[in-house]
């Protein structure tokens, strides 16, 4: 009964090339999220969707492209990858919509993602 | 721009000690703190803060509030190997550009 799952969990691909990572989420949550944690464990948001419609888009290199499909979804799409892209990407979600209220935030297992 | 730092950056401490975790936060249009807790993969929530001197309570863990000098802290006491973890703590803004600004985290060993 996984909440929010993402594949794949490990992803080791070359320079640039594109890659996706999809992320779906079955708690029936408006919002959902892409963060990049890097190797200090910083976690930065990097998008955020609510029912289907782009809400942040965090300063983010348009390589990267957000895509939803249906609100439990939201994949991850990545152009001409590069080396500092290397990182652990963590899909969330979170119940109404992200702005007047505090939601808690629930996280996929995340995906590790190395550029060689 | 929003931040919030933690502090220590990281603790090793003996099973059985109480630990106090920090962070402090400079976020335009503050809402509420939360803390998380990462251990290998997913950071999984622990609690959610909006209102000063309000204190959380689940088993050994305990969190305050205090919005009128910007920060929070995460007690632990009597801790557990299990308790090794990262923390993570983030403010959330409202308006347009909500969102959940996090720290860099704790990192706390916990050793027989």
């Known amino acids: 009964d996984t909440a929010v799952s993402q594949t794949p969990k490990y992803l080791v691909t070359q320079m640039g090339n594109d890659k996706s990572i999809k992320c779906e989420q079955n708690l029936g949550h408006d919002t959902m999220y892409w963060y990049k944690q890097d190797s200090k464990k910083f976690l930065k948001i990097m998008f955020s969707?609510?029912?289907?419609?782009?809400?942040i888009n965090e300063t983010v290199p348009n390589r990267f492209s957000p895509k939803s499909p249906d609100k439990a979804h939201l994949n991850l799409h990545i152009n001409s990858l590069e080396l500092g892209d290397s990182a652990v990407y963590f899909c969330a979600s979170s119940q109404g919509v992200w702005g007047q209220r505090t939601y808690e935030q629930y996280f996929g297992p995340g995906t590790r993602l190395t550029v060689t | 721009e929003d931040k919030v730092v933690q502090s220590p950056l990281s603790l090793v401490v003996h099973e059985g000690d109480t630990v106090t975790l920090n962070c402090s936060y400079e976020?335009?249009?503050?809402?509420?703190l939360l803390w998380y807790k990462q251990e290998k993969k997913a950071p999984t929530f622990l609690f959610m803060l909006t209102s000063s001197g309000i204190e959380k309570k689940s088993g050994r863990l305990s969190s305050i509030l205090d919005k009128k000098e910007l920060f929070s802290i995460l007690n632990i006491t009597a801790t557990q190997t299990g308790d090794s973890a990262v923390y993570l703590c983030a403010a959330h803004n409202t308006g347009t550009a909500s969102k959940l600004t996090f720290g860099t985290g704790t990192r706390l060993q916990v050793t027989l």
């Open positions: 969707y609510n029912n289907k419609e782009l809400i």
């Open positions: 976020v335009t249009n503050f809402r509420s």
